[in-house]
């Protein structure tokens, strides 16, 4: 079998920076079908007014739908053919030329199939339950869910395509977060320490919704998504060393913060969001409550990163977004007002060029 490897960069001491001097790094967490039209609309904000591209990013760390859109940046593709691929235009250039992808329909729709009976990893429940501490909630959760039914297959095929025969991407300084579905341990594929595997098996891995897709084996483990220990996963850059990092966040909430105010501020306006957002429906109420634990875990991540130094840039969808977004976030019929809204959006706050 060709080796199709996801490629490590160099240790962080030893990379190079920008062109600019600047050492940056990407984070790009999960979020679904919409979440990725949101990400896709705030990467073209961030290269139109800083004249930043993304994809130069010395580190791109994707969980879940964002280990997706990192791939395709680490591939080459642009943000604007990230966008224009997404919204049905014609890509004639790059990696996306002549690629066809049905973002309605690829994973199945805005519902799950019926989930297979019985608990998805029992190991890993018992294990929690013993040591509760030492897991995230959610990572306990996915752990008792049924195992899904649906199937990440087209994504890997995406994938494939832009990664070329040997399924690598040389120097792209790419990490896919997945978790290891027996000790629900976090594995960054990409780093010397991770398991070896297909770029296209590590994606799908990271994709794997407890409950929705069925877990994806590599190298004879099984894995989930990524956002079953966080949905940024953003303190993975930590040690890198890095001096400015963009984590883009769409299942977290930004109501009125500058893209890189303090922890302080921000959590007053998470208060203040929380006394103006009145959901209604179980599913609204639960997606409600999961974004305010998102943001509080980003925040969390967001310190970590500038106790190193790091300059730390977070986007996040603001309550235009919201409205449009709805709480399903795997409702392809918004994607394409999704993006357009995040166009719009995540401009404010951002450094111009």
């Known amino acids: 079998m060709a080796n199709r490897s ?33 990400t896709i609309g705030a990467l073209c904000a961030i290269e139109e ?24 940046l680490a591939a080459g593709v642009g943000a604007a053919e990230l966008r224009d691929h997404h919204l049905g235009r014609p890509v004639v250039s790059g990696p ?12 199945g729709g805005a519902l799950p199939p019926r989930p297979q009976a019985g608990i998805g990893s029992p190991g890993l429940l018992r294990d929690a339950v013993r040591h509760p501490r ?3 909630f959610l990572t306990m959760v996915s752990a008792a ?4 039914r649906g199937s990440v297959a087209p994504v890997g095929e995406l994938v494939r395509r832009l990664v070329g025969a040997d399924g690598r991407l040389p120097g792209s300084g790419l990490r896919v977060v997945a978790v290891d579905y027996r000790t629900g341990r976090r594995v960054t ?25 069925a877990p994806v084996e590599v190298a004879g483990r099984r894995y989930v998504d990524g956002g ?49 957002d009145r959901p209604k429906g179980v599913l609204a109420q639960l997606v409600s409550r999961y974004r305010r634990t998102v943001t509080r875990q980003l925040l969390r991540e967001a310190a970590q990163l500038r106790a190193t130094g790091a300059r730390v840039r977070l986007l996040a969808p603001t309550l235009e977004d919201l409205v449009v977004m709805g709480p399903n976030m795997m409702d392809s019929a918004r994607r394409v007002e999704v993006l357009e809204a995040a166009l719009r959006t995540s401009r404010v706050g951002l450094p111009a060029r």
């Not at 984070?27 to 079908?33: D, I, R």
């Not at 869910?145 to 899904?148: D, E, F, L, W």
Request: charged letters at 20%.
């Open 6 to 38: 996801v490629q490590a960069v160099a240790p962080a001491q030893d990379a190079a920076p920008g062109a600019d001097g600047v050492r940056r790094g990407l984070v790009l967490g999960g979020g679904g079908m919409l979440g990725a039209a949101w």
């Open 49 to 72: 007014t800083t004249g930043w591209r993304p994809g130069e990013a010395e580190v791109i760390l994707g969980t879940s739908a964002g280990s997706i859109l990192g791939t395709m």
């Open 96 to 107: 996306l030329a002549g690629v066809e992808f049905d973002y309605d329909t690829a994973v």
């Open 134 to 136: 030492d897991y995230p």
């Open 145 to 148: 869910v049924p195992t899904g």
């Open 189 to 213: 594929f990409g780093d010397p320490d991770a398991p070896e595997a297909e770029v296209a098996d590590a994606v799908m891995a990271s994709c794997a919704i407890p409950g929705w897709f």
């Open 228 to 276: 079953c220990w966080s949905a940024t996963n953003a303190d993975l850059l930590v040690p890198r060393g890095l001096d400015e990092i963009y984590v883009l966040a769409p299942m977290a909430l930004r109501p009125a913060w500058p893209v890189d105010d303090r922890q302080r501020g921000t959590l007053a306006a998470l208060r203040g969001w929380r006394e103006r």
